[in-house]
């Protein structure tokens, strides 16, 4: 079983910055891409950032400039720097990873979710 577990949300004032952190565990043979993605209330969960195992990363738009993912596969974990945080960055973000297994085959697994709250 695999457990994807986030940390770093909270509460800050727009211009701010966080870093989230989400660190995978348990029975893990490689990590192939790993992304993070939001889910504001009442809307759908939309990509944030996104690394693949070789370090290319990919950003909405929104957040192109501001935010910054990157990976450190020692320790099965990825990390999203987000500087001059907006009040519409407000969501909860949830860390995602795919699972490699030694057949080469990939299972997507989510984390739990951290709240973020950027206020005006």
């Known amino acids: 079983q695999v457990q994807l577990v986030e940390s770093g949300g909270g509460l800050v004032q727009a211009g701010g910055s966080l870093r989230l952190s989400c660190a995978a565990s348990g029975s893990i043979f490689s990590i192939n891409a790993m992304g993070w993605y939001r889910q504001a209330p009442g809307k759908q969960r939309e990509l944030v950032a996104h690394i693949s195992s070789g370090g290319s990363t990919n950003y909405a738009d929104s957040v192109k400039g501001r935010f910054t993912i990157s990976r450190d596969n020692a320790k099965n974990t990825v990390y999203l720097q987000m500087n001059s945080l907006k009040p519409e960055d407000t969501a909860v973000y949830y860390c995602?990873?795919?699972?490699?297994?030694?057949?080469?085959?990939?299972?997507?697994?989510w984390g739990q979710g951290t709240q973020v709250t950027v206020s005006s």
């Open positions: 995602n990873a795919q699972i490699m297994t030694p057949f080469n085959l990939g299972y997507d697994y």
